[in-house]
């Protein structure tokens, strides 16, 4: 009969033991996941920032611009255009500045510039209003001389 005990005894201690070795690896690798999440959410949040911190200049324009201060607008602009020179996007923005300025030979020749790099429909309407607007006011000049 102690035998007997002793035997159960050991087959419980030799099961117990089993679990223990098993719970030890799960946490193992709960730990290992954790960490590997932890990094992979660290390294979105680092590329969601730099995505962010690209996109902030033009939100930065577009904020000028709404405000009606077309001086700001512009040099911030001309800064993003001057750091990527064959972004279409820039010399339109640029276009629509000098166009709410009034300064129409400017505006002429950003959105010729954005048509020339990405010929859209767009572009190319604001590039022919512009030019018809011009159009119109050289007329206007010749028949008051």
């Known amino acids: 009969m102690n035998e007997d005990l002793s035997g159960q005894i ?10 223990n070795q098993r719970a030890a690896w799960l946490c193992l690798l709960v730990v290992i996941a954790g960490v590997l999440f ?15 911190n690209s996109v ?14 077309y001086p700001k ?4 602009a001309k800064a993003m255009v001057a750091r990527n020179t064959n972004h279409y996007y820039g010399y339109s ?4 500045i000098y166009l709410a ?3 129409l030979t400017n505006a002429e020749a950003q959105y010729l510039r954005a048509y020339e790099l990405f010929p859209i429909e767009e572009n190319e309407k604001n ?6 607007r011009l159009a ?6 010749s028949e008051r001389k």
Not at 10 to 19: A, G, H, V
Not at 56 to 69: I, K, L, Q, T
Not at 93 to 96: E, K
């Open 10 to 19: 050991l087959s419980e201690l030799t099961r117990i033991r089993r679990l």
């Open 101 to 103: 300025t009034g300064d």
């Open 136 to 141: 119109s006011e050289a007329h206007a000049e």
């Open 73 to 76: 607008a512009l040099s911030l």
């Open 38 to 52: 932890v990094s992979v959410m660290e390294h979105s949040r680092r590329r969601t920032t730099q995505v962010d």
């Open 56 to 69: 902030r200049p033009w939100d930065a324009v577009s904020a000028a611009y709404y405000r009606f201060d």
């Open 93 to 96: 923005y640029l276009g629509n």
């Open 127 to 132: 590039l022919t209003a512009v030019r018809k």
